[in-house]
């Protein structure tokens, strides 16, 4: 998985900001899949063997999106003192699913009874394309420690993904993540 964004923004007041950017991302996956398989024909003719295939899927997306954050001061002493912070971003991406498959099911019985192997192989490539809404929600702590110039962070985010597609016979895909984060800076 690769994900990259640019961004810029303009902050309203002291407490609140706005944003937009670009995001680029992007999910390769390689499956490898073997198994036993079992087929019922119409005349009730059970029909097994063995499946075996490879897949690739790319899954791309790339779009403008837009947010604002708002921060709330806390005063109060020791570790209670510092940031809180909400953002909530929305993200508006034209999308690509790719797919490679190549499979091979070979057949041995009829009825559990053997026969000489058949084999029936297959290659399937889709290119589909679709959109994609995003959204995500953060929230952000950025505390004073008791040490002098030394803060600390923690955070908790996360973001949905939902690709329609525009052809009725493929699947949608809806990619949820959760995000958490903490850190410590020192200002010298």
Known sequence: RTDMAISAGYAVSRRFSV??????????????????????????????????????????????FVGVTHGWQIDHPGFLK??????VALAFLSSKFSTNQKASI???SINGVAIEPIVDTFDVKEDIKGDTLGMTLGFDWHGMT????????????????????????????RETAVIFKAGLACVF
């Open 19 to 64: 944003y937009a950017g670009y995001k680029w991302a992007a999910v390769d996956l390689d499956l490898t899949t073997e198994g036993s398989v079992g087929w019922l024909n119409i005349d009730n003719w059970l029909a097994s063997g063995r499946f075996e295939g490879e897949q690739h899927e790319k899954f791309r997306y790339e779009g403008p």
């Open 82 to 87: 510092g940031l809180i912070s909400a953002k």
């Open 146 to 173: 008791a040490i002098k110039n030394l803060s600390y962070w923690i955070g908790l985010s996360g973001y949905r993904y939902s690709f329609d597609s525009v052809d009725s016979y493929t699947a949608d895909i």
């Open 106 to 108: 070979t057949y041995d």
